[in-house]
């Protein structure tokens, strides 16, 4: 079955430190994977995906096929950083997202 | 370009009675996604859809709920005979008929709908 799972649903960190949003997923397939953001007042939007291997805002995620992990991280966290975060699995034809893991700054 | 409009924004019905959600893309864009999102939870995958045609209806529940996106006007998700369980936050999502390979998907701000 195809399955994005995010474990925590709150992170709090404070300001300047490190920032680790755990995904695993579950996908017989070959997985795509992808990183979603919501700003407060504001809609979805695609933060970064694995394939193009970049960084965004600092933040980076590194697909491991063995751990089936995609761990969303930062080295050093900043309070516009506070937002929801998705998790998305492509299967198919669709995206499935995991139930979002909500990240705050604690300044 | 405005982006992917979603409306109502926020739509209240009474038991039994039919809701319809309205979903225009983003311009260019030919591939339509329905997500449901209820109280709590994340994300839940209902309907995929380009132009005339539904590509992957395999969230959507099998019976009061439908979807179109016609050759002109928006898609719709239609859900006749409204329950309390169908009230929920619906999104829709675009994405380019070329760049739909890339993943990204282009949201809209959402409908709420409540059932009394």
């Known amino acids: 079955a195809q399955r994005v799972t995010q474990p925590e649903k709150l992170l709090s960190v404070f300001k300047g430190a490190p920032v680790e949003l755990k995904c695993n997923y579950s996908?017989?397939?070959?997985?795509?994977l992808f990183w979603y953001v919501q700003y407060s007042r504001q809609r979805l939007q695609l933060l970064l995906r694995h394939i193009s291997r970049e960084s965004i805002k600092g933040f980076t995620a590194d697909l491991n096929k063995g751990e089936t992990s995609f761990h969303l991280k930062k080295p050093f966290a900043q309070e516009e950083d506070s937002a929801m975060y998705y998790c998305a699995l492509r299967a198919a034809d669709k995206i499935i997202f995991g139930k979002g893991t909500r990240l705050h700054i604690l300044p | 370009n405005a982006g992917v409009m979603q409306n109502p924004r926020h739509l209240v019905r009474r038991r039994g009675q039919e809701a319809r959600l309205r979903c225009s893309p983003m311009?260019?864009?030919?591939?339509v996604y329905w997500y449901r999102q209820l109280p709590e939870e994340g994300l839940k995958f209902m309907v995929y859809l380009q132009k005339e045609n539904i590509i992957d209806e395999s969230g959507m529940p099998k019976e009061r709920f439908s979807a179109e996106f016609p050759k002109e006007g928006p898609s719709i998700l239609r859900i006749q005979q409204v329950v309390r369980g169908d009230s929920a936050a619906y999104f829709c999502?675009?994405?380019?008929?070329?760049?739909?390979?890339?993943?990204?998907?282009?949201f809209g701000e959402g409908s709420r709908l409540t059932v009394l």
């Open positions: 311009k260019g864009h030919s591939h």
């Open positions: 999502a675009s994405s380019p008929l070329l760049a739909g390979d890339t993943g990204e998907l282009f």
């Open positions: 996908y017989s397939g070959s997985p795509e």
